[in-house]
């Protein structure tokens, strides 16, 4: 017969294993119901069909050809595993498989098939090192072996995906496309050591990325030095153990039976491809660094930890990548959008590069529906969008320095704060200048004054001026009576916010950062442990920390050392209150022109804090809405001094009472 060069070897063979039967007297007397069709006859009848059929043969044919040349197979290897997806590609191919195999009709072959069309003797040890865990087809995951009785008479079965694959028709599986990313390349710090590691035949590379880092560009950008294709994929995205039904307070990490479940695809999926895996989310994988070490082509890992030598017997080549430069960020802003409309506030955002391509498109398809080219505001948006996403602290309208009223030295405190932040990446590109040993590369600025001055709200406007998200703590989800807890429940804090790129915001700070006091009894000691471990956590954290407290002197002096930033916000003036009434009432739609109010006389009579503004200006204008008016000042009169009521505090002056 004349067929390709595979398919043909296992025909031939097949051909030969019919006669064999047929002399044996395998089939004799075992036709089916209906008409005189022997086992014989049925097995000569699939043969030759298969023999006719060229274009399905020649492209299994090819496809396998690739496999065993992405793989590595040997010639003996391609024999099995073509056979095992001949059954696949063709009806009469599953017929003769499950009659040479001793079935009545079609089903898989048997592993004792498979040693017959390769020419080998069930007793041979190459024969059973061919189909152990630890060969080729298996270790890759190309073929499986089904069946608890004796291996002779298990079943061969080829993965979907594989099989797919080899007849050209490749559909990516689910549990692998929720994970892809898009990562775009960057020829940066790195990657010049990733693509040395791998050329130098490395099967593992681990690249330890600090939160903001451009990892996965990193190692897309390695990858295009050496001119190999890569699959990018972030286990991050993997179903998470609520999704999985583990129970919610332990279901907001991936869960690891669908880790390992969907790194194993993806494994299979790059030595498909013959492409390197770039595997984000790695600290994910360390429970499953066998599957790691058992894929067929080299894997870039990128985790937020650095390598363990306890996990596996190895020591990789380690890379730790850097975050992108302002220039390098400028860059990859024109190539996603070519309109000159990206600020500095924008390109200070640490957002990853295959981020800017989600805003660059989200701020396009906004210009789209008006009609118009794309605004820098467009963008700002989309950015606030992105950060929004990340957290559910996230929401509302961004506060602007605008919106904060202050004397202009705290005000520019503020700015200088907000400066800080966007050019930090800038700084710390140009050397070690925070020091060795362990120390973080954050800002970390204390707020305090009065309660309602402000400093909430500036650290929103920090929040919203970077593009990110203000991780409010919740004391009450963190502090723990049991030894020990608070400082893991503080620790879940720091990372969650570093892996978002949150500002991460503490109120009421003194009652976590409070001074150490002398031990006297179990409770000091662990209590002051809190407290020192706290002073280490911030010292390494990678993020931007604001303190906001009430009383100031409350604090451990060691927290000084730490702080790059003390603004005081002090309690407003009376040009200042002016400033607040102005601002608050502003946000009205206007006020009753029969009774005006009186900013000056506000000012003057009401020493209150911004927040109290607002609390007198929203109750004043639900009681005007009530009465479907407009807000005059006999409403803020009132409202006035029930809120001074409630702060136990009377308004006191000839000047208000003699306006009434």
Request: glycine share 10%; charged share 25%; net charge negative.
């Amino acid at each position: 017969m004349t067929t390709p060069s595979l398919t043909g070897a296992v025909l031939a063979a097949w051909e030969v294993a019919v006669e064999r039967r047929e002399r044996a007297g395998v089939w004799a007397g075992a036709a089916p119901a209906e008409g005189d069709w022997s086992g014989g006859r049925l097995a000569r009848a699939a043969l030759a069909a298969l023999v006719a059929d060229r274009a399905s043969l020649e492209i299994l044919d090819a496809g396998v050809g690739e496999v065993a040349e992405r793989f590595g197979l040997s010639s003996t290897e391609q024999t099995v595993l073509t056979l095992a997806c001949l059954p696949e590609a063709h009806p009469s191919a599953h017929l003769l498989a499950g009659l040479l195999s001793g079935d009545d009709g079609a089903a898989r072959p048997s592993v004792a098939l498979a040693w017959e069309s390769a020419g080998l003797g069930s007793a041979e040890p190459v024969a059973r090192r061919l189909l152990e865990r630890g060969g080729r087809l298996r270790r890759y995951a190309l073929i499986g072996v089904e069946g608890d009785g004796v291996l002779l008479s298990r079943r061969l079965v080829v993965p979907d995906r594989v099989v797919s694959h080899v007849l050209g028709a490749a559909v990516v599986p689910q549990e692998v496309e929720r994970v892809l990313v898009h990562a775009p390349p960057v020829d940066m710090d790195g990657s010049g050591e990733v693509a040395d590691a791998l050329a130098g035949g490395e099967s593992l590379v681990w690249v330890k990325a600090a939160p903001g880092a451009a990892a996965a560009s990193l190692a897309v950008g390695a990858c295009r030095r050496l001119g190999v294709a890569c699959v990018v994929a972030d286990l991050e995205r993997a179903p998470s153990g609520r999704e999985a039904g583990v129970p919610e307070h332990e279901g907001t990490s991936p869960d690891p039976v669908q880790v390992r479940r969907t790194l194993a695809s993806l494994t299979l999926e790059a030595g498909l491809e013959g492409a390197v895996l770039v595997l984000l989310g790695a600290q994910h994988a360390t429970a499953h660094l066998d599957l790691i070490d058992r894929a067929a082509v080299p894997v870039v890992a990128v985790a937020s930890i650095a390598w363990e030598p306890r996990w596996a017997q190895l020591l990789p080549s380690t890379v730790t990548a850097t975050r992108l430069s302002r220039g390098e960020r400028e860059q990859l802003w024109r190539d996603a959008i070519e309109e000159d409309v990206v600020g500095p506030d924008v390109v200070a955002a640490r957002i990853m590069p295959e981020e800017i391509d989600l805003v660059a498109e989200r701020a396009r398809a906004d210009a789209r529906r008006e009609g118009r080219a794309v605004s820098g505001e467009d963008v700002r948006r989309a950015v606030r969008m992105l950060a929004a996403g990340h957290h559910a602290h996230s929401g509302g309208t961004p506060a602007t320095l605008d919106d904060l009223v202050l004397p202009d030295h705290v005000r520019a405190e503020v700015e200088r704060l907000i400066g800080w932040a966007r050019n930090r990446d800038e700084v710390l590109g140009l050397g070690d200048l925070q020091g060795k040993g362990g120390k973080g590369t954050g800002i970390c600025a204390l707020f305090s004054g009065s309660p309602g001055t402000g400093k909430t709200l500036a650290a929103h406007v920090l929040a919203d001026a970077l593009g990110a998200d203000l991780f409010g703590v919740d004391l009450s989800s963190v502090v723990d009576k049991y030894i020990g807890e608070t400082e893991k429940n503080l620790e879940r804090v720091f990372a969650k916010a570093e892996s978002l790129n949150a500002v991460l915001f503490f109120d009421e700070a003194d009652a976590l950062f409070g001074s150490r006091s002398a031990v006297t009894d179990s409770r000091d000691r662990y209590a002051n442990q809190e407290v020192a471990y706290l002073l280490q956590r911030m010292e390494a954290f990678e993020g931007i920390t604001v303190l906001a407290t009430n009383l100031r002197g409350n604090l451990d002096p060691a927290f000084a050392r730490r702080l790059h930033f003390m603004v005081h916000f002090p309690d407003p003036d009376v040009t200042t209150r002016r400033r607040l009434w102005e601002q608050h009432l502003a946000q009205l739609p206007g006020t009753a022109p029969g009774d005006p109010v009186d900013l000056d006389l506000l000012a003057e009579s009401l020493e209150i804090a911004g927040g109290d503004v607002r609390n007198i200006v929203l109750a004043a204008t639900y009681d005007a809405v009530a009465e479907r008016r407009q807000v005059g000042m006999a409403d803020l009169r009132r409202a006035a001094e029930r809120e001074m009521a409630k702060l136990g505090r009377r308004v006191t002056g000839s000047q208000w009472a003699g306006s009434r």
